[in-house]
């Protein structure tokens, strides 16, 4: 599976299919191009072997994601630490889509998913502050390259910049 994130969008490509992520929904198309569906709301869906998730919270939707067998949340707008129940829907999560806010640190505790790819945010200084107050280790990549087999149980958490 590889991610990609251009123009506020991140792109994922699985085996089945691409998914294309945006802070209001997400829009899936077959690997062979020949289908495509958008979803925007709360609900469970599965379109081109991808699984997806919508959770309706205050703020927005949040949606997780299975591509390939693994599990990726997309927080969207929300700026809020998660309440408990909103929390166990989200359940386990390999990749966290955290968006920039003054909680982004809080709630990326919160989750506690094996990888943090942050965005939204406004120049290079705040990424740098997010980056030095998280306390985690840190890769810069063009494109995140991920299989399910490459995570470890008990690995620590890891914050993957993606660049264009």
Known sequence: MDITYTKGEFKVKGKTGVLYSRTNGVLIESSD??????LVGAGEYEVSGISVIGIKT????????????????????????LSDNKLTQVGDIDILLLPNT????????????YYVIPF????????????????LPVQKLSKFVLKKDDIVEDQTSEIIVISN
């Open 33 to 38: 191009g020949n289908s495509k569906k958008e």
């Open 58 to 81: 205050d703020e927005g939707n949040i949606f997780v994601y299975e591509v390939d067998g693994l599990r990726i949340c997309n927080l969207g707008q929300v700026s809020k630490k």
């Open 102 to 113: 003054h909680e982004s640190i809080e709630i990326m505790q919160q989750i506690e998913s």
């Open 120 to 135: 939204g945010f406004n120049s290079e200084d705040e990424l740098e502050k997010f980056l030095k107050e998280s306390s």
